[in-house]
Nanobody, 124 residues
């Protein structure tokens, strides 16, 4: 059973940075793809980054150039470095994983495993 635990959320002013972490267990790193999603109350969960089992990354235009997803397979940890944060980045951020070599950020339904979320608040 894959288990995911996020950390690193918090409050920051616009223009600031945060790094989210997702500690993962219960899987073989070479066979799993992972992603970060975010959600605000009353809205659907939306992807912000994805990374394949071999390290390929994809992002939506809304965060491209500001967010960087990475993974440390030795530590079984996924990261999301968020720079130049904007108030519209405020959301609950979730780590997700799927037993597949590649997955994207487009569909939350593509992922089977989810963390509990960590809140990011960006003030203007």
């Amino acid at each position: 059973l894959v288990q995911l635990v996020e950390s690193g959320g918090g409050s920051v002013q616009a223009g600031g940075s945060l790094r989210l972490s997702c500690a993962a267990s219960g899987y073989t790193s070479g066979t799993i793809c992972m992603g970060w999603f975010r959600q605000t109350p009353g809205k659907e969960r939306k992807g912000v980054a994805a990374i394949s089992a071999d390290g390929r990354t994809t992002y939506p235009d809304s965060v491209k150039g500001r967010f960087t997803i990475s993974r440390d397979n030795a530590k079984n940890t996924l990261y999301l470095q968020m720079n130049s944060l904007k108030p519209e980045d405020t959301a609950m951020y979730y780590c997700a994983a799927e037993s597949a070599p590649f997955c994207g950020w487009h569909e939350a339904g593509e992922y089977t495993y989810w963390g509990q979320g960590t809140q990011v608040t960006v003030s203007s």
